[in-house]
């Protein structure tokens, strides 16, 4: 029992030890930057690496979202990085195809750090968006990338549905989650349908 407990307790101080090495790095990089995240520069809807909850005018090459915490509610964790990526694609003029799915394969990676935290049935949800990151990719017009993603918030919100029905006392709290992500999914979707060409 006792070696139990000193193998979490050594899991969770290596945790806090890398989180605390990667924002130390991200600051002294920030720091020599002018407060600007680093990154090459691209094409349309693409310039320098934009880290998420950072300067929205430091948009470009890619979303970067930093290691959810191990701790503290998945919830809020699944939240922030809903609402960076969400930023992220709005402030960023993120309109192509190619930007959107990259965009959501990071978040999806994030996601992953989050999820086995969610209920059951909501442990899906970065394979759900890696998915619609891939057909979004692949799609040959903006129309049938719209599709895909408005397909996985279907998905999303059938898995939803699913909590509720398990759950009805704590549906908001245990569905929350869902609800952030398919609201990215959408603001995805209505990026590319601004940019027209449908």
Known sequence: MR???FSAFARTLAAA????????G?????A?????APGPSGGPGHG???VGGGDPGDCGGGLDLPAPSPFGDAGDAVKALSRATQAYIKQCRCVTQECVADALDQYADALAAVTPRLPPELQDLPVVVRRAAHRVRVARNKAEAVKALHEAVALIHKDISLVRAEDP???QRQTRSGVFVADTLNVASLSLEKAGGL
């Open 169 to 171: 006392e704590t549906q």
């Open 32 to 36: 020599t930057n002018g407060g600007h």
């Open 3 to 5: 070696s139990i407990s």
């Open 17 to 24: 030890l890398f989180l605390a090495v990667f924002a130390t």
């Open 48 to 50: 320098p690496t934009w």
């Open 26 to 30: 991200a600051y002294a990089q920030a």
